[in-house]
Each structure stands twice: as structure tokens, then as C-alpha cells.
């Protein structure tokens, strides 16, 4: 039988083993800018299919890659396509690369231990090639016929363009700007092609010639901010953040959660058809951010429109939004993506829903049925936990014209059922006094007078 003096030291190793594993920095914050896709979204999803690249190998967590040995073998062809076969700008930006304190920093964008492999010759050689493709890619393949690109099949492209925003297949910005920094071409405004052509559309609204025209400019004026936006010093680390930046754009992160938490509503509507029932319609927004969603009454007293960011909807949607997702487990920026993949999987249960959709111009449909568009985000909303003040007041706002709608149409209902109660009470009074009512004395002199005075 333990002693008392046996309880108390092992009392005191457990104690000591506690406090000895605590560390400085919780786990949230000391994610690496450069993540691999988090073991639950692993598990939930086909990670060969959604997170693993299909043509090209871009950073070290993918590299030797027996499937992409092709394009690999390509690199230092189009490295050199780049630089117009100038030896000397590889050399300068090669050197830049290799200085150990770069070296350094780029490593740590990376995983523990995940580029211990690469000595730092060839992890500046991985960093110097991978970043003169994406540029080759973005200045001189992007956007173009496939016979611009010999080397590379129209089928490729379409995948490489996929490759270069999976999670785990990005190299930090820095070696892009670098690069382009050596070279005479305009890179900023392509870049915002590429960037801008992924999962938000801008449609076909129907406007008059006028507004047509304000929308163009606007667009440019847009396209300008982002452009001044990768020139100053708010650099994205790699393509896919700069994604998601640009789709959750326009973000002011107020929110009123005193007001909204206080005055909060227990969402009860379904589905888009139950919120048209109740005169709820969608329209597209004109911000063109993820983050920000819309609710502005309609032209009667009894409608409102809910103003949703338009959506296009392909073969490469679902694992893009596969890896902003991961990429936002990953890191310290808002679940925007999350939160509005988790809204339209709230909304959408049946194909009528996203034949709503389509026609409002909120969602574009290009995988082929609405079938498949309400599978899709029946998929991508599993085991998802959205930012519980996301979309708060545009949902406090619907669920209230909701209630209010629902109430008065009930009470219209209810009135319409007593009216039709009445009527037909009365209806049936009116026919029995006149099959069964009583003989009277007046109607036996009514018969008399009639029969002899030919009345």
C-alpha cells in the first residue's frame, strides 16, 4: 500500500508534467502562413481530388511529385522564356534568394521540418523556378489561346490555373515580387485578372445604358485599388490568401453585437422558396464581397430584398472554396468563406431554391442541373462551423420581416376561413327556411285569389 510520502510525489510529477507541456503561444497563433490542409478536412473530403495538385508542384510540401514530373522538367524552360533569356537577371534574383537571412525567412513560411529535405542551393533553386512559373503563367498563358503555349495542352492549363490556389501548393509572395521587380512587364494588372475571374461573377445585370456605364468604371477604379494594394506594404503572403482577401474585401469588421445580440432572433425561415412566399426576393449585391450581405425593403410595403454577393458555380468551385476553407481553419482571418458557403447551404434544400437563385442572378450555374448545385453544398457544409456574428444583422433583419409576413398572412388566412364559415352558415340558413319553411294563412289566400280572380 502506497505510503503518504509516495502520493505526494506522484502528486507532484503529474502536477509538474502539466505545467512543464504548457507553451507560450496558443496553436491558433502559431499556425504557419503556408499550412497543410487540417486532418478533419482530411477526413470529410477527398484530399487526393480537392487538395492535391494535378499538373504542377508549387513549394516543397508537393514536390517529386511522380504525376508532375512534366511541367517540373518545364520550369527552367519557361524561367528562361521569362527573363528572355537574360542569364544575368536569373543570377541577380538567384543570389537574392540564396542569402541566408531569405532563406531563413522563407522557410518559416512552411511546416515544421517540411523543407529540412532542401539545402538551402536547392530550396532557393525551388523558390527561384517556382515563382518565375507563376509569373510565366500569369503574364503569358493566362487568358490566351492554347496554341500561345505549346508545351502545354488546353487541358493542363485549366488545371494548373486550379494548382496555383490549393492551400498547400504556394509559395510566399515575396520571390514573385522580386522577380518582377528585375523585369519590364506589367505584372499588378494581370495578376488582378487572374485573381478576379475565381468564384464571385460580376453577371449580366440588367441595367439601363447609363448605370452600365457607372458599373464599367467602377470595375476600373476597382481594379486600380487593387493594384495600388500589392504595390504598398500590405503584401499577401501567397496567391491563395490574396484571394481570399479579395473576395472578403470591403470588410469594416464592426460588428454591432451589443445591438444584435441583445435584440437577436432565433432564425426559423428554411429555405429561399419560404422566404419568396413570405415576399422576401434575392438580388445581387453590388459590393462584390463575401463579407457583406444586404437587406433593403422592396417597392411594397409587404416585400424586401436580400442582396447576395453572385456566385458562379463550376468544376473548379468546389475545391477552391475546399481550400479557402482549410486555409481560414489555418489561419487568423475571418470565416467569411465559411460562413457564406454555411448561409447558401442554410438556404438551399431542393433544386427550386437554386432555380431562385439563377434567376435572380445571385448564383450562376455552370456545373450542369440545380441538382447537383444543392449536392455541392450539401457537401461543402459538412461538420462547417460558420462565425456566429457573420451576416448577424441581415439575418435579425429577414428573420423579423419573416415573422412579421408569416403573422399577417396567417391572420389574413384566419380571416378568410371566417368569412368562408359565415358565408356558408348563411348560405345554408337561407336554402332550409326556403325548402322547409312553415304553411301560412297568408299563402292559402295567396292560392285563392290567384285561382279565381286569374291573378
Known amino acids: ?34 499550412s497543410k490542409i487540417p486532418p478533419m478536412m482530411r477526413e470529410i473530403h477527398d484530399y487526393e ?87 510565366y503563367y500569369i503574364v503569358y498563358i493566362f487568358g490566351r489561346l492554347p496554341e500561345d503555349c505549346r508545351a502545354l495542352n488546353n487541358h493542363q492549363i485549366v488545371f494548373i490555373h486550379q494548382d496555383l490556389f490549393l492551400l498547400e501548393n504556394q509559395v510566399p509572395f515575396k520571390p514573385l515580387i522580386m522577380a518582377m521587380t528585375l523585369m519590364d512587364f506589367s505584372f499588378h494588372r494581370k495578376l488582378t485578372w487572374l485573381i478576379e475571374g475565381n468564384i464571385l461573377t460580376y453577371g449580366k445585370p440588367k441595367r439601363k445604358w447609363l448605370k452600365s456605364i457607372l458599373c464599367i468604371r467602377n470595375y476600373r477604379s476597382f481594379l486600380d485599388e487593387r493594384d495600388m494594394e500589392l504595390r504598398g506594404d500590405n503584401e499577401p503572403d501567397h ?32 429555405n429561399v422558396r419560404e422566404l419568396v412566399d413570405v415576399g422576401i426576393h434575392f438580388k445581387p449585391s453590388d459590393t462584390m ?21 453572385p456566385i458562379s458555380v463550376d468544376d473548379s468551385t468546389k475545391p477552391m472554396l ?51 448545385v444543392v449536392e455541392l453544398f ?12 457573420a451576416y448577424l444583422e441581415a439575418k435579425n433583419k429577414i428573420q423579423r420581416h419573416y415573422e412579421s409576413r408569416s403573422n399577417a398572412l396567417i391572420s389574413q388566412l384566419k380571416l378568410f376561413s371566417l368569412f368562408g364559415v359565415t358565408s356558408l352558415l348563411l348560405s345554408a340558413v337561407q336554402t332550409y327556411f326556403t325548402i322547409w319553411s312553415l304553411k301560412s294563412e297568408c299563402d292559402d289566400l295567396c292560392k285563392f285569389l290567384k285561382k279565381n280572380h286569374h291573378l
Not at 508532375?68 to 537574360?86: G, I, S, W, Y
Not at 454591432?256 to 445580440?261: A, E, R, V
Not at 450539401?378 to 460558420?386: F, I, M, N, Y
Open 49 to 135: 481530388k480537392y487538395f492535391v495538385p494535378k499538373v504542377v508542384s508549387i513549394g516543397p510540401y508537393h514536390y517529386g511529385n511522380p504525376k508532375l514530373e512534366l511541367v517540373e522538367k518545364l520550369k527552367p524552360t519557361f524561367a528562361m522564356k521569362l527573363v528572355k533569356n537574360n542569364k544575368e537577371i536569373l543570377e541577380i534574383l538567384y543570389s537574392k534568394l540564396e542569402e541566408p537571412d531569405t532563406v531563413r525567412d522563407l522557410r518559416g513560411y512552411y511546416e515544421e521540418n517540411s523543407t529540412s529535405m532542401f539545402s538551402d542551393m536547392d530550396f532557393a533553386k525551388m523558390m527561384l523556378l517556382d515563382s518565375c512559373f507563376i509569373l
Open 239 to 270: 496567391l491563395l490568401q490574396l484571394l481570399h482577401r479579395t473576395l472578403t474585401k470591403l470588410n469594416d469588421k464592426v460588428y454591432k453585437s451589443d445591438h444584435y445580440l441583445r435584440n437577436n432572433y432565433r432564425c426559423t425561415f428554411r
Open 322 to 372: 475546399l481550400n479557402l476553407i482549410a486555409y481560414e481553419m489555418c489561419s487568423n482571418d475571418d470565416a467569411w468563406v465559411t460562413s457564406y458557403v454555411c448561409l447558401l447551404d442554410s438556404l438551399i434544400q431542393d433544386p427550386e431554391d437554386v432555380t431562385v437563385l439563377r434567376k435572380a442572378g445571385v448564383l450562376e450555374n455552370s456545373l450542369g442541373s440545380d441538382k447537383e
Open 289 to 309: 464581397s463575401l463579407a457583406r450581405i444586404n437587406v433593403v425593403k422592396g417597392g411594397w410595403w409587404f416585400s424586401a430584398a436580400v442582396e447576395l454577393p
Open 1 to 34: 500500500m502506497p505510503t503518504q510520502q509516495d502520493q505526494t510525489q506522484g502528486r507532484n510529477e503529474v502536477i509538474d508534467s502539466i505545467t512543464n507541456s504548457v507553451t507560450d503561444a496558443s496553436p491558433r497563433l502559431a499556425t504557419k502562413r503556408i
Open 378 to 389: 450539401k457537401k461543402l457544409g459538412t461538420d462547417l462551423v460558420p462565425n456566429s456574428l
